[in-house]
């Protein structure tokens, strides 16, 4: 407020207030027209000079200032302060004063107020005040105020408050500070569970935590076992500490890895950002448990005396690494079961093992008396001090080596036949292991009957030995011969060997057919009389075996005489009882010509041989005298008929064969009536004469019958004294009286007829001249004839040279050396074709009648006429009351096999008109196997009847037969069918086996097919007992070849020389020209060989089994020129 000036003249009076430093510097400027003012202003600074100046102004005229000093005491603006130091407890801020203020006023202190808060769940504040003060009265700003004794990890806001002699200053504007965390106090542990191998600890938190808790850091540290463990690298294993971390809001912890019976130091510490706290620490000791099992157990088998059984065990094993406590002792338990002998009981046993010095770690135990066959288990166990603990065991298993067992007990055969015996058995009471097999011997003690004492009849009892399986219990032995005593031992093996041989058994095989007569022959007595008498002496020997209790010999002589509808059988029989070694039986009064059958069977108790059979022919007689024959009739003077009649002589003595007229004089006769010869032109009787006359000669030639078989006239009109054809008969002398009688011939005798006499009439000399000419010209003739004859001679005196040249019989050859002999015989074509003569000209040697086969009524059932089976060995049907046969005929042969019995059928392929024939021989042999080597039609001719149906198919025959193909299994080289026959109410299941592999224009590649196919047949053959039916077309080429390979290959199965010769001559000897060409005869030997060499896989390439082509022909002497031509 001021005065207005006094000198002013108006009332306009413009003020100017001003507030200026004392350099004048206005800091407030302020116009106003009152006298006084408000000075509105707030930044003053205490304890400066300030001058407060007014002037006036009036319109432009200004007065000076007018001023006045002026001085506030007011207390100092707040500080302004700022964080400088954060500590855990302490803090340190420096504040600074407005500069303008610095030196203006006096200072007495600055306290500074800490404020501590934290917001708790409820929202409410919890404060902390930390104050401090401080003296700064000579204190030059900026200052530095510390605060302490702060808690740890707090927000405080300060703010400073300064003091003068005005009093205090507003607070400074508050500082945030936040104090560092500080280490937290250690948490409490408590163990509150301990176990074998797990520890349960649980804390607290702690009394100060002293900042944010980040975790409990928990070292749990193994320090020793209470318990032995080995000092060995094994158990040798090092525990390290264990740290674990947890959470701050976890309070518990369970430690599962914690070794049993040991000693651990547990430390926990709380951790927070500061660090950690101190350790609290707990000491415990984990409780015991089971130990573990021994070490390294193992076992050896100490093997003694295996007769006696002296077998044990020893087990061995080391002390455990860990036993997680104190062990009492060891213990071990064994336990045995049978696994052979089951009805044994077990083998068991315990033992307590002491535990020994702790330095030796190894213990051992030894189980005695071990049983045979036993499945062991060894347990080893640790047996512990604490008794609520269990034992640790280890097992080890093992078996005891099997025994010898004891012998098995043979029972008394309850099934035997004539060449088997069955043997059962139980098994050894005690068997000490696995019976692996059994090993039977079969000692054959000799025949129940007896024997001949010479040494055909010598045989070497053959003993046996069987490996047999396991089971069952019984064999079949199958090699025995009849009514022999066998005695069988038997022995079983286990893996460990043979045990001992039990008790013998014995046993004999039943009765069976008794063999054939040995060495049936026949010595014709003839005596060469007018009057018929002929007798015959059979002679044959013991058989060898009788197979049975003798009782006789039944001989029978049936004769008949062919093609003679008067002529009455002749029948004789006898029985011999005796015994001996040789007999000799005679049959007299033979009738002549006779076709004789001599039979003789050996008689046993219950059994009778086959039929030994021999055939002869007994010799024609002389013919008996005729009545008086009629002259002839002249009808020139050189020429004359004769009529010759065709029944002039009696053919009761034999068939009238030749004729002839001899002619002469008056005073010529030729003295003989009858008289012998032997059938062939040397022996053809010469005329006889008076020594004081020309003597009569013979008109006709040797061996001559003008009555042909086909002629129809039983007369026959011969001229005398045409020397056209007859060189003998030279013309007759004119006006001669001449005597004529006819010579009639049986094979082996002649008679004369009476004699007739006729005279000729004159005649001119030109008859005689005509007569010389006609002489010269039979003398020509008869040079030339014997010219020929001559030749004859030679050629067949060097045939004889030839067969003189040929090699003696083959003998029979080893398995080991017939390689040699086979390639000799390959490489050697003349060998072969010697052998192969030879035995062509001992085949020859068999001389046995064909009649049957030729009969009118069995000539159209051959399919080849120059393939007749022999009337002795071949096959007669039974069943012929039907219109398909009326006949026992059919061109088949029985023929000997390997067992020298009757094994197979040889026979032709059917003809459609004998396929029913065919069927009825099946059915009577009861045949379960036919063989066919042969297709059908081969090179466009007809082979074979297709004598079945195709598969699936029927085919009905005339009475009554009906074949069905029930299956047809193809395998390229061979089909196998199952045929079923029906008759009646009666049927008969087949197995046809074809084989195919056969080229139309050769033979099969090599021997490996045909072996193959030996083998499949043989296969089917041992099913059954019957015979094999083997047929191709003609039956004798490929059908004796595939025989001669079964013979043969089952000699080398029984490891038996091979004689092929042999075999093949014997096949001849039951159906002619089996084996029919000499490449067939070469094959069988390679087959031989490549079985022996190569059995799996044969290979060759020999042309073979082309067999002769036989081919009908009408001529006979055709048939046997072309026999060796054909190919079949």
Request: glycine share 4%; hydrophobic share 30%.
């Amino acid at each position: 407020m001021w005065e207005p000036p006094a000198n002013a003249k108006t009332c306009n009076i413009e003020y100017s207030v001003q507030i200026a430093y004392t350099n004048d510097t206005p800091i407030y400027v302020e116009k106003t027209s009152k006298t006084y003012h408000l000075i509105n202003f707030t930044s003053w600074i205490g304890c400066m000079t300030y001058k407060i100046k007014v002037n006036a102004k009036v319109d432009e005229a200004e007065s000076k200032f007018k001023e006045k000093s002026l001085q506030l005491e007011r207390v100092t603006k707040p500080p302004i302060c700022f964080k400088q130091i954060e500590k855990e407890t302490s803090i340190t801020m420096k504040c600074d004063l407005d500069p303008k203020e610095t030196s203006l006023c006096e200072r007495e202190q600055i306290i500074v107020d800490c404020i501590a808060f934290e917001e708790q769940n409820n929202g409410s504040w919890v404060i902390w005040q930390r104050t401090h003060s401080q003296n700064i009265i000579h204190s030059v700003p900026p200052f530095e105020i510390c605060v302490k004794d702060l808690s740890e990890f707090t927000n405080y806001t300060c703010s400073a408050v300064i003091f003068n002699s005005a009093g205090n200053s507003t607070p400074s504007e508050p500082v945030l500070f936040h104090t560092k965390e500080g280490v937290p106090d250690p948490p409490h542990l408590s163990i509150t569970e301990i176990g074998s191998r797990s520890i349960y600890m649980e804390w607290s938190e702690p009394e100060n935590i002293r900042g944010i808790l980040i975790g409990y850091d928990i070292m749990i540290k193994p320090k020793e076992s209470i318990y032995f463990i080995p000092n060995i690298t094994e158990c040798l294993v090092t525990h390290n500490p264990c740290s674990h971390w947890e959470p701050p809001s976890s309070y518990e912890y369970r430690f599962l890895e914690a070794l049993p019976m040991y000693k651990y130091d547990i430390d926990i510490q709380a951790q927070s950002r500061a660090g950690s706290s101190k350790i609290y620490t707990e000491k415990i000791t984990t409780h015991a448990e089971t130990p573990e099992q021994p070490r390294n157990v193992d076992l050896n088998v100490n093997e003694g005396d295996k007769k006696n059984y002296d077998v044990n065990a020893t087990i061995i094993w080391s002390y455990p690494c860990y036993t997680y406590g104190h062990i009492k002792h060891f213990r071990i338990n064994f336990t045995g079961v049978p696994y052979a002998d089951l009805n044994n009981s077990p083998h068991t046993g315990t033992e307590n093992i002491k535990i020994k010095d702790l330095n030796d770690l190894d213990y051992n135990y030894t189980i005695h008396d071990l049983k045979p066959a036993f499945n062991y288990t060894v347990y080893v166990s640790v047996i512990p001090q604490q008794t609520d603990l269990d034992a640790s065991s280890a097992s080890i298993e093992f078996i005891s080596p099997e025994g010898y067992p004891e012998p098995p007990i043979l029972n008394k055969p309850t099934i035997t036949t004539e060449k088997s015996i069955t043997f059962t058995w139980e098994e050894p009471p005690q068997k000490n292991g696995i019976i692996k097999s059994y090993q039977l011997e079969v000692i054959n003690e000799g025949p129940m009957y007896s024997v001949p004492n010479d040494e055909e009849c010598h045989r070497t009892l053959q003993n046996y030995s069987y490996s047999l399986p396991p089971s069952p219990n019984s064999f079949a032995f199958k090699m025995g011969t009849p009514y022999h005593s066998y005695k069988a031992g038997l022995t079983a093996l286990t893996s460990e060997g043979a045990g001992e041989l039990g008790e013998y058994m014995k046993a004999r095989t039943l009765e069976s057919e008794p063999e054939e007569v040995r060495r049936l022959t026949e010595n014709l007595k003839i005596q060469k009389t007018e009057i018929y008498n002929v007798s015959i002496m059979l002679s044959f020997k013991y058989p060898c075996n009788t197979y049975g209790l003798f009782e006789k010999f039944t001989i029978s002589v049936d004769g008949n005489r062919h093609n003679c509808t008067n002529c009455t059988s002749d029948v004789r029989e006898s029985d011999i009882l005796n015994k001996s070694e040789e007999y000799q039986v005679e049959f007299s009064n033979l009738k002549p010509e006779y076709n004789y059958v001599v039979s003789v069977k050996v008689h046993t108790k219950n059994y009778q041989s086959k039929i030994s059979k021999l055939t002869f022919l007994s010799p024609s007689g002389v013919p008996p005298e005729t009545e008086d024959i009629i002259a002839p009739v002249p009808y020139d003077s050189t020429k004359a008929n004769y009529t010759l009649d065709k029944d002039l002589f009696n053919a009761e003595f034999g068939k009238i064969l030749y004729y002839a007229l001899i002619i002469g004089t008056v005073d010529e006769n030729e003295y003989s009536k009858y008289g012998f010869w032997d059938g062939d032109e040397n022996s053809w009787p010469t005329i006889q004469k008076a020594e004081s006359v020309m003597g009569p000669y013979q008109a006709t030639p040797n061996l001559w019958n003008p009555f042909e078989e086909d002629r129809k006239s039983d007369l026959y009109v011969f001229v005398f004294g045409d020397d056209s054809i007859f060189a003998s008969n030279k013309p007759l002398e004119p006006g001669i009286t001449y005597t004529l009688k006819v010579r009639g011939f049986t094979f082996n005798g002649y008679r004369d007829s009476p004699t007739v006499t006729f005279e000729m009439p004159a005649a001119v000399n030109l008859a005689l001249i005509l007569g010389l000419i006609f002489g010269i010209i039979g003398t020509g003739i008869l040079l030339g004839f014997m010219f020929i004859l001559w030749r004859r001679r030679q050629q067949w005196n060097m045939k004889k040279e030839s067969i003189k040249s040929i090699p003696l019989t083959p003998m029979p050859v080893s398995i080991k050396r017939f390689p040699n002999h086979y390639m000799a015989l390959k490489n050697s074509n003349e060998k072969l074709k010697q052998e192969f003569t030879l035995l062509g000209t001992m085949s020859n040697e068999v001389i046995l009648p064909t009649y049957d086969g030729l009969l009118p009524e069995n000539k159209k059932k051959n399919r080849y006429t120059n393939i007749i089976p022999y009337d002795q060995t071949r096959v007669k049907l039974v069943d012929i009351n039907d219109n398909s046969s009326m006949t026992d005929y059919i061109n088949a042969s029985y023929i000997q096999g390997f067992s020298n019995n009757i094994e197979y059928i040889a026979t032709q392929g059917p003809l459609e008109h004998t396929c029913v024939d065919f069927w009825k021989m099946v059915m009577q042999e009861n045949t379960s196997l036919i063989v066919m080597v042969a297709q059908f039609v081969e090179q466009n001719k007809d082979k074979c009847y297709k004598y079945f149906p195709d598969n699936h198919e029927n085919m009905e025959l005339e009475n009554g037969i009906c074949i069905r193909c029930c299956t047809e299994l193809d395998f390229k080289t061979h089909i196998v069918r199952t045929l079923l026959v029906q008759k009646d109410l009666q049927q008969w299941t087949v197995t046809h086996l074809q084989f195919t592999d056969w080229p139309d224009f050769g033979c099969p590649e090599g021997s490996e097919v045909i072996l193959e196919f030996c083998q499949i047949m043989r296969e089917h053959a041992e099913k059954s007992p019957n015979p094999i039916v083997i047929h191709c077309s003609a039956g004798v080429g490929r059908t004796g070849t595939l025989i001669a390979l079964d013979i043969l290959l089952q000699a080398i199965n029984r490891e038996q020389d091979i004689d092929i010769f042999g075999t093949v001559l014997n096949l001849r000897r039951d159906r002619k020209n089996m084996v029919q060409t000499e490449k067939q005869y070469l094959f069988i030997h390679t087959c031989v060989n490549d079985a022996l060499e190569n059995p799996v896989s044969v290979q060759t390439g020999i042309d073979l089994l082309s067999e002769p082509i036989y081919e009908n022909v009408n001529d006979i002497k055709k048939e046997y020129e072309d026999m060796d031509e054909s190919k079949f």
